[in-house]
């Protein structure tokens, strides 16, 4: 039992160093015209990335299983609340059923659209490979940041980005 635990140990350890050295990169890059798709909504209707331009998007990948995904929910509806008259968007992509997504939109109401991916169909499009992941995409349709991890998409560097992207 002992040394299964210390296998484990350094298993653990050797990942969290391999992911530090080399972090999870996408097939997408900044400065890149955002890969179009289509997804389903809540409504079961068809929604294509393409058919936003015009705005600023906030695309994000999570999941309901993924506890930073969810940690960052509150502050992107405030952001969304604050910008979307002045052409902000988000759009949630996630893996799970829509009765996961609705039964945690019911602990943490938003009011963004969510676009189902099942399939993985936009996330291996997009090179997915931790959540939460979220591209910025300008009015163009051009990448302006990626962001991997959760964060707090209220504070000053985010909102810096958002109102000179809206401009």
Known sequence: MRRFLITVGILSLGTFL???????????????????????DDADEPVALDSFLGKVVLLNFWATSCPPCLAEMPSFEKLYQRFKEEGLLILAVNEDSKE?????????????????????????????????QTFIIGRDGVVLKIISGTADWTGPYFLNIITEALK
Do not use: C, M, W
């Open 18 to 40: 391999v992911l530090r050295l080399y972090p999870p990169s996408t097939t997408v890059q900044i400065g890149e015209k955002a890969p179009g798709f289509t997804l389903s």
């Open 100 to 132: 996961n997504v609705r039964f945690f939109k019911r602990q943490v109401p938003f009011t963004f659209p969510v676009l189902y991916d099942v399939d993985h169909v936009a996330i291996d499009h997009y090179g997915i490979t931790v959540l939460p």
